[in-house]
């Protein structure tokens, strides 16, 4: 079994910052891309930033200049450092990986962590 945890979300100011991770665990042989995604109320989930294995990344227009997707492939995981954050910022934020198992090759999703950005 392979299992994505989150962490690192909860409320900040607005033009405040926090560090989201996630790490994968589980019956891994490797990791390919790894993203993060969110999903604010009534809207639908949206890609946030992702990074390939080499390190390449792409960002949605909103948050470039502003996150930082990154990775620690000795870790299995995943951070989005997010500064100048914006009330619109607030959603849930979801991890994925395309984790490569001795059975199969698929995508995973995290449980989410929850980030509100508020006076």
């Known amino acids: 079994q392979v299992q994505l945890v989150e962490s690192g979300g909860g409320l900040v100011q607005p033009g405040g910052s926090l560090r989201l991770s996630c790490a994968a665990s589980?019956?891994?042989?490797?990791?390919?891309?790894m993203g993060w995604y969110r999903q604010a109320p009534g809207k639908q989930r949206e890609l946030v930033a992702v990074?390939?294995?080499?390190?390449?990344?792409n960002y949605a227009e909103s948050v470039k200049g502003r996150f930082t997707i990154s990775r620690d492939n000795a870790k299995n995981t995943v951070y989005l450092q997010m500064n100048s954050l914006k009330p619109e910022d607030t959603a849930d934020y979801y991890c994925?990986?395309?984790?490569?198992?001795?059975?199969?090759?698929?995508?995973?999703w995290g449980q989410g962590t929850q980030v509100t950005v508020s006076l």
């Open positions: 990074i390939t294995s080499g390190g390449s990344t």
């Open positions: 589980g019956n891994i042989f490797r990791i390919n891309a």
């Open positions: 994925n990986a395309d984790i490569l198992t001795i059975t199969t090759m698929r995508g995973y």
